[in-house]
């Protein structure tokens, strides 16, 4: 298990080092489908619900969203470049240093004994900060549901925390709430790159007042 | 007629003056000059018999329970307040008339019946909720009578300072008054010594007050608001507005507890005001702005004789306190008239020559010589010069602080301090006033100012007329208003009661009766000899100057040169000159113009400096998205690193 996250907060890495879209869309991709199947690892019974919701997420996370994006991308004719605010090395080196804190956050943190020991809690805030850094120095519209996926996922790790505590169908839930987002953002960005010609949310901000 | 009938019927006066004001000016000014005589009687009522009017109706406004109380100190102020609204009342009728001003005049007339009632009002309220709700709508009511001429943008930026600092000000009274009420458990007010734990609260008071009262450094918005105002509402500010934050700092300071410093702090600001308010008034070119400096300097008169009052209480030392007392209470009164005196003169002044630029008026006392001669009166009177009444207060004050050195103690070595500034003050009052005198209304016209300069009409007369003989009756009886005093000071401290006269006082007032034979045989004498052997009329001596013009007299600015050289370091004034050069000068030029130094080179500063750090804040808001995220960011790190610590602890 601890194996697949520290692959996940690989991945975050990758995401913050490609300079092209498709690349970054596949490693929010792939990392959705890594965190879809720990849930299988976590769950000591075997319940039939968890196989569902498992199966449900790497669908979702793994196909249907990057698809979507994909579609996107092409429907509005966005060039591959992910254009940074920050460049790349800075990026991936804020990345890193996420990534370190995050690992020696949980000596700082009140964890239960069993959190301690596996890389749930590092993974998730490494993987929330690296969402936020692909946020932040990213000015691209796709790219930003991106590090928003991405930041999903390090939530939804932490939310394995309380996997034995939480009902599923709130899982569930929060995952269909973010389809229909990463729907919905889709859509937008197609109307807005036909309305605008851009898709630079630099150029975006004549609403701000 | 008791008292509580008296206060209806100037109240339904006042009232009904506001709803007659837009369509019948005839009935408006016959209902509030009935409102303001009804008021001065029931003041007067209650200052004779030296009995509280208390009223509890069982009304219920806002929460509290109304109550109205009318004692010795409230009294004391009404009288003052009923004069000065009848009299402005009187003159606007003819300086702000329909046919002037067909626009602002009708509702000048309602925001000034408004004014008039409210600050009726804050006197009478004895409940801390009520009190704060008229003194609110009274500084309303006043800015939109300063705004009347708003299409002049000097009038509006006065305006909007008044309005500006008058809510500062509101800020330290809402503390003041919500602390008390928190602190007492009660928005009731009343005499509450017993709490001291109520002193601290003095500061707020006075600040708030303070701010009110145009005390220097807080008299920032006095000198614009005054100035542009119409004259009979710089009239009534000066008048009575600022004195109500003199009547808010004497009732409370005679309520609660306040602490030891409070009467040396008032007292120094007091000499400071005094000082320096006639300093600033001396560097003044506009005459209405000058007579609002000299505000500030009454102002200061007033509150050193009320901070020696206060610091003899403390010092359990009744009978010089009871002189600085009396002498800032009357000043109060003697202030209040004849600076509404000099006001309506400086606006009949205006209204005929339609200019407050001493340096374009001259020799008007040929055109209107009962303005010339009664703000001549009002002058005199300012200047603390016998037999009038502003001798008479000031002689007080001085004799309190005399009682004061003869003692022992910092009391003494303060008295002698405060005597010797007030002394300054009034030399420098004099100056100031000999300098208006003489620009305005002697020697001869500097410029072909309208050719129609006339006297003003019995309306604008009467008024000044009846002020002016208020100040010369105060000036030769001052024995006649020593009940008033008392008891207007029984109510502020019982301790301070004494309805006997101090024998000085009696002493002045045969002494100014004396006085005021001997100007009258004097004068009767000179007109005698004048009508027996006639004027001869001959040219100034110019230095053999072949062609002299109307020019070359003294202006105000040079006139008081001197004096305002030694205060250079405060006044600031800026010059710019262009001497006369060569054999054959061509050209020269002098302009001297004196800012208000406390608001330009602290105030706009400071002001400016918070606007920038402000427009700095707002580039935050940029509409960059990435930006906002890592806004958010930050502070999520922010909390997590509190969070983190505090769990550490």
Redesign the interface.
């Known amino acids: 298990m601890n194996l697949l996250i520290g692959l996940a907060m690989g991945l975050n890495l990758v995401a913050l080092a490609s300079s092209r879209l498709p690349s970054v869309i596949r490693a929010a991709a792939f990392q959705g489908m890594i965190l879809g199947t720990l849930p299988w690892l976590l769950e000591e019974d075997f319940h039939w619900m968890v196989v569902a919701v498992g199966l449900g997420t790497v669908m979702v996370k793994g196909f249907i969203i990057p698809n979507l994006l994909r579609r996107a991308l092409r429907a509005a004719n966005i060039d591959r470049e992910v254009e940074p605010l920050l460049g790349f090395v800075p990026s991936l080196l804020l990345g890193a240093m996420a990534t370190v804190g995050a690992a020696a956050l949980p000596n700082e943190l009140p964890l239960l004994h069993g959190h301690a020991q596996t890389l749930l809690v590092p993974g998730a805030f490494a993987t929330v900060v690296c969402g936020f850094i692909l946020l932040i120095a990213r000015t691209k519209a796709i790219s930003q549901v991106c590090g928003y996926l991405i930041l999903e996922n390090g939530i939804y790790l932490f939310g394995l925390l309380l996997i034995n505590t939480t009902p599923l169908l709130v899982e569930a839930g929060i995952l269909l709430d973010l389809t229909v987002a990463i729907f919905v953002i889709g859509i937008i960005v197609d109307r807005i790159q036909r309305e605008f010609d851009t898709l630079d949310t630099r150029k975006l901000n004549t609403l701000r007042e | 007629m008791t008292p509580g009938w008296l206060l209806l019927l100037a109240g339904a006066g006042l009232a009904a003056g506001i709803f007659s004001a837009f369509k019948s000016p005839r009935l408006w000014l016959v209902t509030t000059l009935i409102g303001a005589g009804a008021a001065f009687a029931a003041a007067v009522l209650m200052l004779a018999s030296g009995v509280t009017w208390d009223w509890r109706p069982g009304f219920v406004i806002g929460g509290e329970a109304l109550h109205l109380q009318l004692d010795g100190l409230s009294a004391f102020f009404l009288v003052l307040l009923s004069v000065l609204g009848g009299a402005g009342t009187l003159y606007s009728s003819e300086y702000w008339s329909d046919k002037a001003h067909p626009d602002s005049a009708p509702a000048g007339r309602a925001w000034w019946n408004a004014l008039l009632l409210n600050m009726g009002c804050v006197l009478l309220c004895a409940n801390g909720l009520h009190f704060l709700i008229v003194w609110e709508i009274f500084t309303v009511c006043a800015y939109f009578l300063i705004t009347r001429e708003r299409q002049r943008p000097a009038t509006r930026a006065a305006g909007w300072l008044y309005l500006a600092s008058s809510h500062v000000a509101m800020i330290f009274l809402f503390a003041f008054f919500a602390l008390l009420a928190a602190r007492t458990g009660s928005w009731e007010l009343g005499p509450m010594r017993g709490h001291p734990e109520l002193a601290p609260l003095f500061w707020l008071a006075l600040i708030g007050f303070g701010l009110k009262a145009g005390i220097f450094p807080m008299h920032i918005w006095l000198p614009s608001a005054h100035a542009n105002a119409p004259s009979h509402v710089s009239a009534i500010l000066s008048g009575m507005a600022i004195k109500m934050g003199i009547y808010g700092l004497v009732r409370f300071t005679g309520w609660l507890p306040v602490p030891p410093s409070a009467g040396w702090v008032v007292a120094a600001l007091g000499v400071t005001s005094a000082v320096l308010g006639v300093a600033f008034a001396l560097g003044q070119h506009d005459l209405k702005r000058l007579l609002a400096y000299h505000s500030v300097e009454n102002i200061g008169i007033i509150l050193i004789g009320l901070g020696f009052a206060m610091i003899a209480v403390s010092h359990g030392n009744a009978a010089w306190g009871q002189l600085a007392l009396a002498g800032g209470l009357l000043h109060v009164w003697n202030h209040g008239l004849f600076k509404a005196l000099l006001f309506l003169g400086a606006g009949s002044v205006l209204h005929a020559t339609g200019t407050r630029e001493m340096s374009r008026l001259g020799g008007l006392w040929r055109a209107m010589p009962w303005t010339a001669s009664l703000f001549a009166l009002g002058a005199t009177a300012i200047a603390g010069l016998p037999p009038l009444n502003g001798f008479v207060s000031e002689w007080l004050v001085y004799l309190g602080l005399f009682d004061a050195v003869s003692g022992r103690g910092h009391a003494a070595i303060a008295a002698i301090v405060a005597a010797m500034a007030l002394g300054v003050t009034g030399a420098l009052a004099l100056a100031c006033f000999v300098k208006v005198c003489g620009v305005v209304f002697l020697g001869l016209p500097r410029h072909e100012i309208a050719p129609h300069v006339h006297e003003c009409g019995w309306r604008m007369r009467l008024p000044m007329l009846v002020i002016g003989v208020a100040c010369v009756v105060i000036g030769l009886a001052p024995i006649l208003f020593w009940p008033a005093l008392a008891t207007a000071a029984a109510a502020w401290q019982p301790e301070l009661a004494n309805s006997i006269p101090p024998a000085p006082l009696v002493t002045l007032g045969a002494f100014h009766l004396a006085l005021a034979a001997l100007v009258i045989l004097a004068a009767a004498f000179l007109w005698r000899r004048v009508r027996r052997n006639g004027l001869s009329r001959a040219g100034t001596w110019d230095c053999g100057y072949a062609a002299p013009t109307a020019r070359m007299q003294y202006t105000a600015g040079s006139f008081a040169g001197i004096i305002t050289g030694w205060f250079d370091w405060i006044l600031r004034p800026q010059r710019h000159e262009q001497p006369p050069g060569g054999n054959f000068p061509a050209r020269a030029g002098f302009e001297e113009h004196t800012p208000e130094t406390v608001l330009e080179k602290i105030i706009e500063p400071a002001g400016s400096l918070v606007l920038r750090l402000s427009l700095a804040v707002r580039h935050l ?7 906002y ?2 806004y ?2 930050l502070g999520l790190a922010a909390l997590a690193i509190l969070a ?1 610590m505090g ?2 602890k």
């Open positions: 808001q940029h509409g960059r998205v990435q930006s995220i890592f958010l960011l983190v769990g550490a």
